[in-house]
């Protein structure tokens, strides 16, 4: 299973288990260290809770739309 997906619009399918380090590699940009290694701890630290799907969460010129999760995880993302 491919965790990262390029789109045609540009903008990428992500799945949040992937590391921080190789997204932000894909991404060409850097993101901050924490207590987290995956995109998910990312996203829960920079919302302070599990945002619901629809949600978006912004960093920098990025916005993370949450598409598939649940009340207890996050399990998709789309990077614009």
Known sequence: M??????????????????LSDLAEELGIELPKGRYSSLAGFLLEKAGEIPPVGSSVEY???KFTILRGSAQS???????
């Open 74 to 80: 996050i399990q998709e993302v789309k990077i614009s």
């Open 60 to 62: 920098k010129k990025l």
């Open 2 to 19: 491919q965790l990262i997906q390029r789109q045609e619009d540009g903008t990428l399918l992500v799945n949040t288990r992937v590391d």
